[in-house]
């Protein structure tokens, strides 16, 4: 077995001896970052828009609609449901206020 095969499986146990501890602290603050991005995310049947802000400002946001006109809305901090994920193709940030 050559060094260039072995490195890679050594790395790996390593790496999986000394991550779990790791993967299990990281994972109890990991899963609202994680499920609730910043920005525009799809779910496995709705989209949302995380407005992620620590000035508490509002934002207008651009929404791509499928088979529809696409529409601007106002949201503030936090998550909010834009439609089911079939419909809603995006959305962004515009660049202002309100």
Excluded at 2 to 24: E, I, K, Y
Excluded at 45 to 72: K, M, W
Excluded at 76 to 89: E, F, T
């Amino acid at each position: 077995m050559s060094l260039r095969r072995s490195l890679p499986a050594l790395v790996g146990a390593v790496a999986l001896t000394l991550g779990l501890p790791v993967a299990a602290a990281a994972s109890a603050h990991a899963p609202t970052a994680v499920m609730n991005p910043c920005g525009f995310y799809e779910t496995g049947s709705d989209a949302f828009y995380n407005h992620c802000t620590s000035d508490g400002s509002n934002v207008v946001i651009q929404v791509r609609v499928a088979l529809a006109p696409d529409y601007e809305r106002c949201v503030g901090p936090g998550n909010h449901w834009l439609g089911s994920a079939s419909k809603i193709q995006g959305a962004h940030y515009v660049g202002r206020t309100c």
